[in-house]
């Protein structure tokens, strides 16, 4: 609290109606004064401080969130691409069933213009639409052929595409080359892709 004496002099000086104003500058002033005077040097200097200070620590969080988040995305678009690569295994691994059970009965699909199919573009045909809701058709690799004995795979088995006869013991083979999209993970893998492979051993009826 701040105690103000007033001069004499002041109060000899400004009398009757220029005193009220005066009085008051002079008030003002005096109460300036002794606020300045009374003010802690070290104040400023404590604020530069603790300015710097807040100043560091959102530098620091800023770093943390920026490593935090990028393992944290990095791994949820790795559960999000692992948990759609399944889903292709597993559509693939179906429609290659479908086409089995079409091959080993010897039925012949019609082409849109109702002519009757090849039994391999019957099979060909039946596996790439089962597969159309999770691959591109065109990019599947099927073959079709006979297996030798113990059930071995031939010679060129890769681009062989033939039904059989009734009896023969048969193997479809579907594979597809999955990318991966994010570079945590296709970093582990060739090229950054895996190959998908779906087969099925059957015997054909006697048709």
């Known amino acids: 609290m701040y105690e103000y004496k007033i001069d004499e002099a002041v109060k000899s000086r400004h009398t009757g109606k220029n005193r009220g104003p005066v009085l008051c500058n002079y008030l003002m002033q005096q109460g300036f004064r002794n606020a300045t005077a009374n003010q802690d040097p070290h104040k400023g200097r404590g604020n530069m401080r603790i300015s710097m200070n807040m100043s560091n620590s959102k530098g620091a969080t800023t770093v943390e969130f920026a490593l935090v988040s990028l393992i944290f995305f990095s791994l949820i678009f790795a559960t999000i691409e692992f948990g759609w690569y399944f889903f292709v295994s597993h559509t693939i691994q179906y429609a290659t069933r479908e086409g089995t059970r079409l091959a080993l009965v010897g039925t012949q699909l019609q082409d849109t213009n109702g002519n009757p199919m090849t039994r391999e573009a019957s099979i ?7 597969a159309a809701q999770a691959v591109k058709p065109a990019e599947l ?3 079709i052929y006979p297996v030798g004995t ?18 023969d013991y048969m193997r479809v083979r579907t594979r597809y080359t999955f990318n991966f999209m994010t570079p945590l993970i296709n970093s582990f893998f060739p090229s950054g892709a895996l190959e998908i492979q779906a087969s099925a051993l059957f015997r054909n009826e006697l048709f």
């Open 141 to 143: 690799r099927i073959s």
């Open 124 to 130: 060909i045909t039946t596996i790439k639409n089962s």
């Open 150 to 167: 113990g059930y071995t795979d031939p010679n060129n088995w890769q681009t062989t595409v033939n039904a059989g006869q009734g009896g």
